[in-house]
């Protein structure tokens, strides 16, 4: 199947400052990615979906303004968390599928812990 | 997205076939069933997906109803590492702005 990497794959950052999460398909061109949260024991979240070129279309109850995602290039994506807070403790998972990729692949994950 | 139900969790000895099952009884026409797993603290993985036809991969094979309101994941020979939330998802294919829209998933248990 085809490949995501997510980068940092943990991070630990204090409240009021941003953190940068970078998604990159590796061996295919994405599209389409998209962004997912998950709290301990709940399933996935989907946040927001960006096409390439394109502003990312998020999902109800979802801070745009909070949750900055660029999708610049086919295979980098970044979600930028922006005055992180507790709250925002989570796993960040981010996916990408293509024009040959009809499935969604998924990256490893990345563990935000804010203090 | 059509709903799917799955049970909570199961059990599957090592080395014996797991069977995991899947209710989407609302599922259209266009709809595929995919199944992806997620092993603990790892982002999800892509098993397969199939339309009407079972499906057979390197991974699992895919049964499907022939009135496509149900399917099952199998396992042949579970391993320990096997352990993981399995997700049975319906939706389109391909599309790039077609969601997956996560269920709760059934939590299968390789016991040694």
């Known amino acids: 199947g085809a490949v995501v990497s997510q980068h940092p794959s943990w991070v630990i950052c204090k409240s009021g400052t941003s953190v940068k999460i970078e998604c990159r398909s590796l061996?295919?061109?994405?599209?389409?990615m998209f962004w997912y949260r998950q709290f301990p024991k709940q399933s996935l979240m989907l946040m927001a979906t960006?096409?390439?070129?394109?502003?990312?279309?998020?999902e109800q109850g979802v801070e745009k303004d909070k949750f900055l995602i660029n999708h610049a290039s086919l295979t980098l994506s970044t979600l930028t968390v922006t005055s992180a807070h507790p709250e925002d403790s989570s796993f960040y998972i981010c996916?990408?599928?293509?024009?040959?990729?009809?499935?969604?692949?998924f990256g490893p994950g990345t563990r935000l812990l804010v203090l | 997205d059509a709903k799917t139900t799955q049970p909570p969790s199961m059990d599957c000895a090592e080395g014996r076939a797991a069977n995991l099952p899947c209710n989407h009884s609302t599922i259209s026409g266009n709809e595929y069933v995919y199944w992806y797993r997620q092993i603990h603290s790892q982002g999800p993985q892509y098993i397969i997906h199939g339309l009407k036809n079972n499906e057979t991969n390197e991974m699992a094979s895919l049964i499907i109803t022939e009135d496509r309101k149900s399917s099952t994941l199998i396992l042949p020979h579970a391993t320990l590492r096997d352990t993981a939330v399995y997700y049975c998802?319906?939706?389109?294919?391909?599309?790039?702005?077609?969601?997956?829209?996560f269920g709760t998933g059934t939590l299968l248990a390789v016991q040694p």
């Open positions: 998802i319906v939706r389109p294919h391909g599309g790039a702005t077609n969601k997956l829209i």
């Open positions: 960006s096409n390439e070129g394109s502003k990312a279309t998020y």
């Open positions: 996916s990408g599928t293509g024009t040959h990729v009809g499935t969604q692949y």
């Open positions: 061996d295919f061109q994405a599209t389409t």
